[in-house]
Nanobody
Framework: QVQLVESGGGLVQPGGSLRLSCAAS????????MGWYRQAPGKEREMVAV???????GYADSVKGRFTISRDSAKNTAYLQMSSLEPEDTAVYYC????????WGQGTQVTVSS
């Protein structure tokens, strides 16, 4: 089993920045890739950014150039650096790790509002 714990969410003004963290524990050897997803009220969960064990990354078009995903293997932690935040980025952000299994964190709320 793998446990994923997100942190770093909060309230930020438009144009501001936040960094989310996702700490993995347990059978982390079973994780090949990690990603961040988000779900806004009344909307489906969507992929935001993903990173493979080799460091390849992918982003949703809506966040390209504003968000950066990274991974510190020594700390078993993935990060999502978010800049130039917009009200449309308001959502619960979830960390996902997958490989031999498929694991999700409990989510962290990000609210972008003045």
């Amino acid at each position: 089993q793998v446990q994923l714990v997100e942190s770093g969410g909060g309230l930020v003004q438009p144009g501001g920045s936040l960094r989310l963290s996702c700490a993995a524990s347990g059978s982390i050897f079973s994780i090949n890739a990690m990603g961040w997803y988000r779900q806004a009220p009344g909307k489906e969960r969507e992929m935001v950014a993903v990173i493979t064990s080799r460091g390849s990354t992918g982003y949703a078009d809506s966040v390209k150039g504003r968000f950066t995903i990274s991974r510190d293997s020594a700390k078993n932690t993935a990060y999502l650096q978010m800049s130039s935040l917009e009200p449309e980025d308001t959502a619960v952000y979830y960390c996902r790790g997958w490989g031999a299994g498929d694991y999700w964190g409990q989510g962290t709320q990000v609210t972008v509002s003045s």
